[in-house]
Nanobody, 124 residues
Framework: VVRLVESGGGSVQAGGSLRLSCVAS????????MGWARQTPGKEREGVAT????????FYADSVKGRFTISRDSANNSLYLQMNDLKPDDTAIYYC?????????????????WGQGTQVTVSS
């Protein structure tokens, strides 16, 4: 079991920045990749970014490319999402996520483990 706990959400005006953090515990050695996803009411959860633990390859959703940066601190089992130039459309609950196999395949994100989520609100 992998447990994920997010922090760092909040409210910001459009154009502003936020940094999300996630701490993993449990069988973290078994994870092949970690990432972030988000969900708004009435919509499916969508992958935002992912990073592989071996090699550090990263993948981003087109909607956040150039604005969001995913990073990790393996020594502390931590994952981050730096979000710049935020837009009202970025408003969502953001979830830290992980998978034992692959988080990004054939252009789609896939996660098996989820945190409880943290709210990000961007006002215009």
């Amino acid at each position: 079991v992998v447990r994920l706990v997010e922090s760092g959400g909040g409210s910001v005006q459009a154009g502003g920045s936020l940094r999300l953090s996630c701490v993993a515990s449990g069988h973290t050695y078994s994870t092949n990749c970690m990432g972030w996803a988000r969900q708004t009411p009435g919509k499916e959860r969508e992958g935002v970014a992912t990073i592989y633990t071996g090699g550090g390859s990263t993948f981003y959703a087109d909607s956040v490319k150039g604005r969001f940066t995913i990073s990790r601190d393996s020594a502390n089992n931590s994952l981050y999402l730096q979000m710049n130039d935020l837009k009202p459309d970025d408003t969502a609950i953001y979830y830290c996520a992980a998978d034992l196999a692959g988080c990004y395949q054939s252009g789609k994100f896939r996660f098996s483990y989820w945190g409880q989520g943290t709210q990000v609100t961007v006002s215009s």
